[in-house]
Each structure stands twice: as C-alpha cells, then as structure tokens.
C-alpha cells in the first residue's frame, strides 16, 4: 500500500453482478472517455485499460515515474 497522508480516497471496481473488486494500491483513477478507457496511477506509474463487462481489458502503462526523485530547489528558482 502506498504511503497516504491522513487524508486520501480508496478506489474499487464494481462488477454489474456487484462484485467489489478493492484496488487498494490505487492512488488516483478516473475515466477517460473520450478514449473509453480507465486511467489509474500506482506505484508512480499511470496506467489504461478499457472496461469491460468481466473486468478491464489489456492494461498498459502510458508513463513510469518510478525513477524520479525529490530534490529540493532553493527559492528564488
């Protein structure tokens, strides 16, 4: 689980028989329609995959932020 600040959302999938899926790695999600397709991120990485009625479909990652670092700039920039 990644690490949250006091506060933070959860995301779940929800089957149409009304199965909860917890996608508790989750940090942001939202739906992307204009391309049909959920978007998510994990683990710094964002990721896509179409839904379907028995789940997602093929996820793909769009962008790997795993390698970036903090580092602190001192003002003024």
Known sequence: M????????????????????????WVSADFDAPHGRLVWTADNVLYAASVRENGLGEVKMLWDGRELKFTPIKAPY
């Open 2 to 25: 990644p690490n949250r600040s006091a506060a933070f959302e959860t995301f779940a999938l929800i089957s149409p028989q009304n199965e909860v899926h917890q996608m508790p790695d």
